[in-house]
Structure formats: C-alpha cells, structure tokens
C-alpha cells in the first residue's frame, strides 16, 4: 500500500522507521521495569510473575440475576467481578422513582439498598475476589454497601480489594451521569480518599477515566490528556482537604480504553506511565514511588464493535487485549463480540474471558517484561503522543483548572471534533470499518439475544415497599439528619452515610439529601 496513514492522534505514520528516528536521551526516557519513569512498566517483573488480573464487566437485571453471572465468570477463570450498574442506580434514584421508569436493570443491575447488594454478592468470598464497581457521583455509596455486606459476613475494610470509579469530571465532560455541582462532586471524591485510607486502606479510590472519553470520540493524545488533567484536579482537591500526598496517591488508579491501533496504544499508554510519573514527583513533591506509579484498567473498544457480522469483533477484541497487554496493563476487560446488540450472553462473556486466557497462557506475552522497549516505532510514538498530551495539557491549564476548562466546555468541544472526524471518515470509506463500510455481506446470520425481564422494575418496587414497611423509618430519618449535617458542615460525609445505609436508607435517599444540601448539576447552554 503506497497511501500514507496517519495514526489517531493525526501524527503521520511513516512506512519505515530507523535508530534516526528514536528520541533523544532514550536511555532516561525508559528506565528500567519498576522504577522511574515507569515507561517500561509499573512493576519490575510485570507478567512474568503473575498475569494480569482479568475482569469481566456484568450487571443486568435484579441481583440476584447478576449473581448467577458472577459464579459462572468465576468458575470460568476470571479473576476479579467488575459490576455495571444500571441507570437509575448512577443518577442516585430508587427502582420506583418515577425518573426511573423504563430504565431499571438494563444497562446494570439495579441496586436500590444493602438489602440488593447483599443479593448480588451472595455466596462470593470478598476477602478472596477484587471487585470493581462502575459507578460515579454515588460512588461512595456503593462502595459502603459492599464494605457494610462485607462487615455482615465478617471481612474487615481493611481485607477488602477493589476500585470504585468514583471519577465525576469525565461525567461532565463525555457521559453525563453527574448529580452534583463540580465542588462539591470533589468533595466527596477527597472525601472517600480520605475515609479509605483509615477504613479500607487497600481500596483503590477512584479510577481516574479516560475509557469514556474515547468511546465519545477522543484521539489517544485527548484521552490520555484530558484524563491526566482530571488527575491533576483530583490531586489538589486532596491536598486542600488537608490530606498528604503519599497517603492517597498510592491509592489513584486509571482507566483506559484499547484500541485496534494497536501499535499507537501500545505508545499511547508508556507515556501516560512517564507524564504522570514526573508530574506526581515534580510537581506534587511525591516521595513514595507508588505515588508516581500509573498504574490501570483496560477495556477494549466498545464503540468500535459492530452490530454487522459481529463474530468479527471477537477478532477485534483479540488485537485490543493484546495492545492492553503489550502496553502494560494492570487489568483488562474484554468486550463480549455480541454486545453492539444486546447484553452480552453467557457464552459470549465466556468467550471474552477465553481470549484473555489464551493471551496470558497460550502465547509467549508472559515470558519478559516490555517486548517493544526501544522498537523504533513505538518510541518514536510515544515520544509524538508525550508531547501532543502535554500540549493539551497546558491548554486546559491555560483555563484555570480542568474544571473551569470543563465549564466553558474545552474538553467536549475538542472531543466533539475528533468524533465528526472519525463519522466522516467513516461514510466516505477512508477509515475502513470491516462488515460495515467494506467486505460487507446481504445478510447476517440471525442472532438471539439476551433480554432483561421487563417485570424487574414491579419487582424492585416491591422491594423498596417491604424494606419501608419493615425498617426502623426513625432511626433511618435521624441518620439522614446526621448526613444533612455533615454535607452543610465540613466533616467527612461517608461515616453518617454508612449509618443510614445501616439503617437501611435507600440510595435514592441518600442521594436525595446530598441533593438537598448541594443542589444538582446543570450544563451551561454556552456549549
């Protein structure tokens, strides 16, 4: 092929890369696996110890449907539950909140108390399994349910493993599922840091995203920039909260998406690992390593699955798992080929979870750390994708700060333009979509798939009734009092929280207070 191609972040690929084309000063810029900057990996053994920890995103339906999907992922091999959570569970409202209607269980399972999530986690050892919850602005929420069914079966905080989401400002930016204002969703996220760290010290707080970001149209340079900028946010929303830095940075984790260029991915995530490592170092005075560690979750590209001959996405699915791997992820999620339909069955999970385990076990991955270190291709990459990410990065300084750039709308209007790029390409047939714009067939084989029971919505309703009926209302009014008092005061929001939650207020109530307290977000009109 004589046409030049050009990566996603609008750099030209050139057809032959040589030892010219290596940035300066390679030797510092790499460093060795484990040790500063990180380029080469967080950890000086990275998989030849271990592997990576596989995940498999689920969530449908009522909990205890969900359930059963977790103790089949686990009898498969995988080997942390990641939990997608419905609609009106992200927003903060009850199963039978009229806002809710039509949208309870289908994009998640539906958790409306402890009661739910007590359910969702039944028979499941929280000591043994990581869990990671996606789930934002009642992210605090969710994560003191799971520690308060933890407590129920006699796990500590301090033995329990996972990741909440928890990152709002990408909410604001490219998904929408925000509550709060920007100040005080920062707040509660410095709020959760600081809890963790005294309750349940081994809980990674949030997992700062730039996943969503892509999935909207983002270049890997954006995602990568954008998201470390909300890092940057969430560093000095901490340290105004009085925490030190190497008592929560350790705990920052991110979330990245996989592409199928895989060679640009492979460069995209060395340098978010080198960017990172010198801001939290030079700019925040981080003196734990693990402060300056970037260390993240991988999810393969959702938005480049496609409903037309989807058996293609397992192939799809493959080469993204293998970028994730070959740029050092620390877990990896695998899309099911079946979900540009529906909610992926259980043999298309099952599927997914066989692709990673033939990467980690089937091929020679495992056998060293950082097999493209000082390929001319990548390096040179990387160092493009470095200074592209820096660049944006100091325009969204040039804002104030990441949240004033997101309230005049810089980040949505760059991502916004990236995305019409990648449509128009798309229809002219420049970018070649396999199935859909070229090697297309006239029909594709019928497929059935899986559906979510439309009386879980009555369901739920009469769950939240009886808990209702059945609870303590006065002691459930009195620790929502207390969480009223604290969110107009100063004091950390998340242990009168945990106690109405005990007492068995619904997360619609919780939120519902907040809401009192704090108002509710809405996006300016300028953009």
């Known amino acids: 092929m004589s046409e030049r191609r050009s990566s996603e972040s609008g750099f030209p690929i050139k057809g032959l890369y040589a030892a010219d084309d290596l940035p300066e000063g390679l030797d510092s810029r790499l460093g060795a696996p484990g040790e500063f900057p990180y380029a080469r990996g967080v950890y000086p053994t990275m998989y030849t110890s271990r592997p990576w920890t596989m995940r498999q995103y689920a969530g449908f339906g009522t909990a205890t449907e969900s359930n059963a999907r977790y103790h089949q992922l686990l009898r498969a091999g995988t080997m942390g539950l990641s939990v997608a959570f419905d609609l009106p569970t992200q927003m903060g409202y009850d199963s039978d909140d009229p806002i809710a209607h039509g949208e309870v269980g289908k994009v998640g399972v539906a958790i409306d108390s402890v009661e739910d999530m007590r359910l969702l986690f039944a028979g499941i050892p929280l000591d043994k399994v990581s869990t990671s919850m996606t789930i934002n602005a009642p992210g605090s929420v969710l994560l003191l349910l799971y520690q308060l069914v933890a407590e129920e079966s006699g796990v500590e905080g301090s033995a329990l493993n996972g990741t909440i989401q928890n990152d709002i400002l990408k909410e604001y930016i490219a998904r929408g599922t925000y509550i709060f204002p920007p100040k005080p969703s920062l707040r509660l996220v410095a709020d959760t840091f600081g809890y963790c760290r005294k309750e349940v010290p081994k809980w990674n707080t949030i997992s700062i995203s730039g996943y969503h970001m892509a999935e909207a149209g983002a270049t890997p340079a954006q995602e990568i920039a954008f998201t470390l900028a909300n890092g940057v946010e969430y560093v000095r929303a901490a340290l105004a909260a009085g925490l030190a830095v190497d008592d929560f940075a350790p705990r920052l984790s991110f979330f990245f998406v996989a592409r199928t260029t895989l060679l640009e991915e492979v460069a995209k995530f060395r340098a978010a690992r080198r960017i990172w490592a010198r801001l939290m170092r030079d700019d925040f005075g981080a003196k734990n390593p693990k402060s300056m560690m970037l260390r993240f979750h991988t999810q393969t590209a959702g938005v480049q699955l496609t409903a037309q001959q989807p058996e293609v996405n397992l192939v799809r699915v493959a080469v993204q798992g293998l970028a994730a791997v070959l740029g050092g992820t620390q877990s990896l999620h695998t899309n099911s080929f079946d979900e540009a339909i529906a909610l992926p069955t259980e043999k298309a999970a099952r599927l997914a979870l ?174």
């Open 354 to 527: 066989r692709t990673q385990q033939v990467l980690a076990y089937e091929t020679d991955l495992t056998a060293t750390v950082d097999p493209f270190a000082g390929s001319y291709v990548v390096e040179a990459m990387t160092a493009e994708i470095e200074a592209a990410v820096v660049e944006l990065m100091d325009r969204v300084a040039d804002h104030g700060s990441a949240v004033d750039a997101i309230e005049v709308g810089f980040q949505k209007r760059e991502i916004e333009q990236s995305a019409y790029r990648i449509a128009q390409e798309i229809d002219s047939g420049e970018r070649v979509v396999v199935g859909l714009n070229r090697f297309t067939i006239d029909t594709d084989e019928p497929y059935e798939p899986l559906r979510v029971d439309p009386t879980i919505e009555a369901t739920q309703a009469e769950r939240l009734a009886r808990l209702r009926a059945e609870r303590d209302g006065g002691a459930v009014e009195r620790a929502l009092a207390e969480l009223r008092a604290a969110a107009e005061g100063t004091e950390n929001v998340l242990f009168p929280m945990k106690e109405a939650l005990r007492a068995r207020a619904t997360v619609g109530e919780v939120c519902g207070t907040l809401r009192q307290v704090w108002g509710t977000y809405r996006p300016s009109d300028r953009f």
